[in-house]
């Protein structure tokens, strides 16, 4: 693994990098970075403000990232008008790069510190909705125990797992924490995530899928009672049919 040296080394490259760029107006971090909270497994989150098209500048790091810092990978996670770049460089040394126009160049989140460059007021990133958070948990609860009875033990493993994950993101957003990859999770107090262990599928046996299953049901119902309890009393018996014995 890289470390920390390394890390904060590559950050002021990619800095000095920035600043040479002349299409490069602005530059900030975004993350742990930002906020004088990272660790020793922390990466490199970097925004840069973009004047004129994208393309270019993207084009240009790209291949600056292969050729001169030896990128092993990299892949793209569009977002409106802006474009992450994710690369994955030896030592697993990872850096999340935003190009965005200059216009939208500014905090949307408490994550960030400009470096250079001049930042616009923008609307903050919208909080993980409710009602579809809680429509995909009931969705993997079905198509979980579905999958249980058509025998199909891998997919009914994918959907309790995932449907564990929205729970949590509903608690997180109950209690105000951050709701989306789990980041507001290590918050959740233990009388909440203790029950979620027995959502953990052991095997892909049938009769652990309808264990796990029931679980995750319980856990979903219980989250349901705090976040709407009139909805609650709408979806808990038809939760408890999926919870129970797979009947033919």
Request: charged share 25%; glycine share 6%.
């Given at each position: 693994?890289?470390?920390?040296?390394?890390?904060d080394c590559l950050?002021?490259?990619?800095?000095?990098?920035?600043?040479?760029?002349?299409?490069?107006?602005?530059?900030?971090?975004?993350?742990?970075?930002?906020?004088?909270?990272?660790?020793?497994?922390?990466?490199?989150?970097?925004?840069?403000?973009?004047?004129?098209?994208?393309?270019?500048?993207?084009?240009?790091?790209?291949?600056?990232?292969?050729?001169?810092?030896?990128?092993?990978?990299?892949?793209?996670?569009?977002?409106?008008?802006?474009?992450?770049?994710?690369?994955?460089?030896?030592?697993?040394?990872?850096?999340?790069?935003?190009?965005?126009?200059?216009?939208?160049?500014?905090?949307?989140?408490?994550?960030?510190?400009?470096?250079?460059?001049?930042?616009?007021?923008?609307?903050?990133?919208?909080?993980?909705?409710?009602d579809t958070l809680?429509?995909?948990?009931?969705h993997h609860a079905?198509?979980?125990?579905?999958?249980?009875?058509?025998?199909?033990?891998?997919?009914?493993?994918?959907?309790?797992?995932?449907?564990?994950?929205?729970?949590?993101?509903?608690?997180?957003?109950?209690?105000?924490?951050?709701?989306?990859?789990?980041?507001?999770?290590?918050?959740?107090?233990?009388?909440?995530?203790?029950?979620?262990?027995?959502?953990?599928?052991?095997?892909?046996?049938?009769?652990?899928?309808?264990?796990?299953?029931?679980?995750?049901?319980?856990?979903?119902?219980?989250?349901?009672?705090?976040?709407?309890?009139?909805?609650?009393?709408?979806?808990?018996?038809?939760?408890?049919?999926?919870?129970?014995?797979?009947?033919?």
């Open positions: 693994m890289f470390s920390v040296e390394e890390r950050r002021d490259r990619l800095i000095q990098f920035a600043e040479a760029d002349e299409t490069v107006t602005g530059a900030a971090l975004t993350g742990s970075q930002a906020t004088g909270h990272s660790d020793r497994w922390s990466d490199t989150d970097l925004v840069l403000a973009v004047h004129g098209e994208l393309a270019v500048p993207l084009s240009r790091w790209t291949q600056w990232f292969h050729g001169e810092l030896g990128a092993l990978h990299h892949w793209d996670l569009p977002a409106d008008r802006r474009i992450i770049r994710v690369f994955l460089l030896p030592g697993w040394l990872e850096v999340d790069l935003t190009f965005c126009p200059e216009e939208e160049f500014g905090p949307r989140g408490p994550q960030w510190r400009t470096i250079f460059g001049e930042e616009r007021t923008l609307a903050p990133f919208p909080q993980a909705d409710r809680i429509g995909l948990a009931w079905l198509h979980a125990h579905i999958c249980i009875r058509r025998g199909r033990e891998w997919q009914a493993e994918y959907w309790i797992s995932a449907l564990r994950d929205h729970v949590v993101a509903l608690a997180c957003l109950r209690l105000g924490y951050a709701a989306v990859h789990a980041k507001g999770a290590h918050l959740l107090p233990a009388i909440m995530t203790a029950p979620l262990e027995a959502t953990l599928v052991r095997s892909v046996a049938a009769s652990e899928l309808r264990r796990a299953l029931k679980a995750a049901v319980a856990v979903l119902t219980d989250e349901l009672e705090q976040t709407d309890s009139r909805l609650a009393a709408r979806l808990s018996p038809m939760l408890a049919e999926l919870g129970g014995k797979s009947q033919e």
